[in-house]
């Protein structure tokens, strides 16, 4: 099973772009690499997901190396409302692993 | 709209005492999935059923039963046997297919034992 490592915590300052990787030696596969944002005393919420290269949608980047051994979530421009813990998620339908997620602090 | 929805959105408990939280979707997604989350930790699986009457134990399984009757259903009852059920729970669903693993979460419920 692919087990993810992430940094615990991460500070930044609004209109700066933060990288946040997550580190998944064991990746199957055939396992999809996704990033989620959960606020506090709400569900996480569904950021972007990828497989190889990179990708890219409206609200973030996803890069991921040749190897897929590790991944890099990017934000670009934060402000204080990407406070939040970002978990990353690697693994297939019948067993999905959470990261231990980093906690984003966007300071004015 | 299509999504999931957990009930109740808080929930006391008397020590001894079963208590069932509900898990609904209509998003006629085929695996569904149950998720305690303490204060200041990461989201840890429960049980989760990728079809209709099949379910499988996650990481912490133990103090919990799950039913899958029907597929938009995934009800989890904490029993007395868990020792300590004071949590936010959280259930998802994802369309099953191979490789993707994108969840679509719940509001969630916070149970607290009294």
């Known amino acids: 099973l692919a087990k993810t490592t992430q940094p615990i915590s991460m500070d930044s300052y609004e209109g700066q772009e933060v990288n946040i990787t997550c580190s998944h030696n064991?990746?199957?596969?055939?396992?999809?690499i996704t990033w989620y944002q959960q606020f506090p005393s709400q569900g996480p919420r569904f950021i972007i997901q990828g497989y190889k290269t990179k990708v890219t949608n409206e609200v973030a980047s996803l890069f991921i190396p040749a190897d897929r051994k590790s991944s890099t979530l990017s934000l670009p421009r934060v402000s204080l409302s990407d406070t939040a813990v970002y978990y990353c998620l690697v693994g297939a339908v019948d067993k999905l692993i959470f990261g231990t997620g980093t906690r984003l602090q966007v300071f004015p | 709209d299509g999504g999931i929805t957990q009930s109740p959105k808080y929930l006391f408990r008397k020590e001894g005492q079963n208590v069932t939280l509900s898990c609904e979707q209509n998003?006629?997604?085929?695996?569904m999935y149950w998720y305690r989350q303490d204060p200041g930790q990461g989201l840890r699986l429960i049980y989760y059923s990728q079809i209709v009457n099949d379910f499988q134990k996650g990481d912490i399984a133990e103090g919990y039963s799950v039913s899958r009757e029907k597929k938009e259903s995934f009800p989890l009852t904490v029993t007395s046997a868990q020792k300590n059920p004071t949590a936010f729970y959280l259930c998802?669903?994802?369309?099953?297919?191979?490789?993707?693993?994108?969840?679509?979460f719940g509001p969630g419920t916070r149970l607290t034992v009294l």
């Open positions: 998802a669903s994802t369309k099953g297919e191979t490789g993707s693993n994108e969840q679509f």
């Open positions: 998003l006629n997604h085929d695996a």
């Open positions: 064991n990746i199957a596969t055939n396992d999809y």
